[in-house]
């Protein structure tokens, strides 16, 4: 997905990431303003490069966020839209349903506690399944109880974001690849991007930077907190034999203290089942440029107070995913609580994606979508899963918050 046109110097709007949220937004603007110019900058030298890219590719429907959370009416509306955007332009995805399964009497609570949450966020279709019901939908899954969700999917979000780019280049719009970030000042008539191309004067940014989020916000004199810790996610394959047993998507019950949804069991749009992923903090929030980047990477994670008390408060969790990390053993004895025929000889290596997180200097991993406001520029602080799923519903909400910035 390359798009390496040159940056021009000057710009109405600017939009800052060229993941799938950056895109969407883009294409919005486009949209909503056509008589201005916009212009996409991406760090990489392809657009999605990131976790747009690198995911499990599932369509949420809804079901874990609180009520009246922007990630709870996002992701309803951004789904909808999704579906019916793959639909029009021809992108791979499928209403392929999801199983959220409990294997304990213990998880039972945290089950209802989703199904309250699903119900208030208004999940369409949502059931309660026990014995013979779940097997119907997943044969080989052993649980005591399940919620189904129809509404859940899979899709291929890096040929949605191609295709969003596609939009947006038809508009008119600009999109120069290799243009990271280095600086923003603001000047009487707009906001000076510095870039590692050149500079490009806007007279509004939407940054979306994902893993760099906090990083673009402090450069336009943005508050230092939530800091973006990256979180590696590894991926795995089953073998054809064993994923001969898996119908659609299969998902434990999850940690309600945790924003991550757990090691769950999904059939890609391609024909794979994958296993994970684990959530290990990264060294690196991106692909590496040299040993400087990794160490600058790794001294903010270390130097951040939020990363050591949630290093205190989850530190069972984390020897958990380390387990994950290092061990194939360990990820199947994971997905055997769903499979029992499961092992680690069915499992091989799929792929590694990052996860963008932000924590507060507390030790909070924030769970909604969270934005702020500079002078001249508008920024995504926190837009994690199910960021892809509502990545149209999230550029609509975006650009209606800065439209009366955009009044001139």
């Known amino acids: 997905m390359h798009a390496s046109a040159t940056a021009p110097e000057r710009c109405d709007l600017a939009v800052i990431g060229g993941g799938i949220i950056g895109v969407a937004v883009a294409r919005e603007l486009a949209r909503s303003y056509p008589a201005r110019k916009v212009c996409l900058l991406e760090r990489e030298q392809r657009l999605a490069a990131h976790q747009s890219s690198h995911n499990s590719g599932v369509v949420h429907a809804g079901l874990y966020y609180a009520p009246g959370s922007l990630k709870a009416r996002l992701c309803r509306e951004g789904a909808d839209a999704l579906y019916a955007y793959c639909e029009e332009k021809g992108v791979p995805h499928r209403r392929c349903g999801k199983l959220v399964a409990a294997v304990s009497e213990r998880e039972l609570p945290a089950l209802a506690e989703i199904e309250r949450r699903a119900a208030a966020n208004g999940v369409p279709g949502l059931r309660r399944l026990q014995g013979a019901q779940i097997a119907r939908y997943e044969p080989h899954l052993r649980a005591i109880a399940a919620l189904h969700s129809p509404q859940s999917g899979i899709a291929d979000f890096a040929a949605v974001t191609a295709s969003l780019a596609a939009d947006l280049r038809a508009l008119g719009g600009a999109i120069a690849t290799s243009c990271a970030v280095v600086g923003l000042r603001e000047r009487p008539r707009g906001l000076l991007i510095a870039h590692e191309r050149g500079e490009l004067l806007a007279r509004y940014a939407i940054c979306c930077a994902g893993a760099w989020a906090d990083r673009v916000a402090a450069l336009a004199g943005g508050d230092p907190d939530p800091r973006i810790v990256p979180f590696r996610g590894s991926y795995l394959a089953l073998e054809p034999r064993a994923a001969e047993r898996v119908r659609a998507l299969i998902y434990p019950v999850p940690d309600p203290r945790l924003p991550f949804l757990g090691v769950h069991l999904t059939r890609h749009i391609d024909g794979r089942v994958l296993l994970g992923p684990s959530a290990l903090p990264a060294a690196s929030r991106g692909r590496c440029r040299g040993e400087q980047q990794v160490a600058s990477d790794l001294w903010q994670s270390l130097t951040w107070p ?13 020897a958990g995913e380390v387990a994950l990390a290092v061990s194939t053993r360990a990820f199947a004895r994971a997905a055997s609580r769903y499979l029992p025929e499961l092992s680690a000889g069915d499992l091989r290596p799929a792929f590694a994606g990052l996860r963008a997180q932000a924590v ?29 799923t509502a990545a149209l519903a999230i550029a609509r909400h975006i650009v209606g918050l800065a439209a009366r910035a955009l009044e001139w």
């Open 306 to 318: 939020g990363s050591w008390r949630m290093a205190r408060r989850f530190w069972r969790v984390g």
């Open 360 to 388: 507060s200097r507390s030790g909070a991993l924030l769970d909604d979508f969270a934005i702020s406001f500079s002078p001249r520029a508008l920024h995504v602080r926190n837009a994690p899963s199910p960021g892809a």
